[in-house]
């Protein structure tokens, strides 16, 4: 199999803290660092959250600002990818960075619960969102974690309402949510094949799934995520060293399975993104 592999690294998210793995890059300068590290170990997406000085979740566009800037001057041609999730914010703050037109924003298209919470993803506010994406010509990377996500991305695509291609990931292991399932996975790929066969996809693992959901990814010819976001160990023994080791470990396997690491120009190309500074 010779088509690249798009390997997305999840440098920070909205849960992990130092006290959980003291790698986790909270300010700035240390996401800046991390993401440098995971993109020469092969890193060609950046899927980004802010932090406030105390960890917790921030959606202020002024800190998405100074991290595009560092990412864009220190990770030349990375594709640029800002969470929109719920962690961070409520209701339209968690598009108020969306005028500064990343390459590409996440995207919930439904609800789901998640370990403690409904992750409440209300159809006006999913519609505002994509229509944020559209205004500003910014990809969506539609995060799925039930199969009715899946669906939902594919229809609103197929009406226009999701900008350029469909890129669907597939979220599994978020207790409540969908779990990892050999089966489904299946099932979720054979989906896309056949009724979004232009699309691409990912698959993201939480935990201690991250590992074996970057392996089915990679072997069935789709695209993977790793980082500290999902998971901070290497396994149950070690935490992992940094974003890089995890996005190392994701390459290897791509290495197993004989598909190339796509570079930042391949993955733009794939993915339909505009070129670098565009």
């Not at 590409?104 to 409440?120: D, I």
């Not at 993803?121 to 944020?132: F, G, R, T």
């Not at 594919?154 to 949510?177: D, P, T």
């Not at 969908?178 to 009724?195: A, C, G, Q, W």
């Amino acid at each position: 199999m010779s088509k690249p592999c798009i390997l997305c690294c999840a440098i920070t998210g909205s849960l992990p803290t130092k006290a959980d793995n003291p790698a986790v890059p909270v300010t700035i300068s240390e996401q800046v660092e991390s993401s440098h590290e995971a993109f020469e170990a092969g890193a060609s997406i950046i899927h980004a959250h802010v932090r406030n000085e105390d960890e917790t979740p921030s959606s202020d566009p002024e800190k998405f600002a100074r991290l595009k800037e560092g990412l864009e001057k220190h990770c030349p041609g990375v594709i640029v990818q800002f969470s929109t999730g719920g962690r961070s914010g409520a209701g339209q703050a968690r598009g108020g960075m969306l005028s500064l037109r990343p390459d590409m924003a996440s995207l919930s298209v439904g609800s789901n619960n998640f370990p403690t919470r409904v992750y409440e993803n209300p159809p006006d506010l999913v519609a505002w969102l994509a229509s944020e994406m559209r205004s500003y010509e910014i990809t969506p990377e539609v995060e799925a974690f039930d199969l009715s996500h899946i669906l939902q991305a594919i229809r609103m695509h197929g009406a226009g309402e999701l900008y350029g291609k469909l890129y669907v990931q597939f979220v599994m292991g978020v207790k409540n949510a969908m779990p990892v399932d050999r089966e489904v996975f299946d099932f979720y790929v054979h989906v896309m094949k056949t009724r979004a066969p232009e699309g691409q996809w990912c698959a993201a693992g939480i935990g201690a799934a991250q590992l074996t959901v970057n392996e089915w990814a990679i072997a069935a010819g789709g695209h993977t995520r790793a980082g500290l976001e999902d998971n901070v160990r290497l396994d149950r023994d070690r935490l992992a060293p940094s974003n890089a080791a995890l996005i190392q470990r994701a390459a290897e396997l791509c290495e197993k399975y004989e598909r190339p690491v796509a570079t930042p120009a391949q993955a733009r190309e794939i993915l339909g993104l505009r070129p670098a500074g565009g």
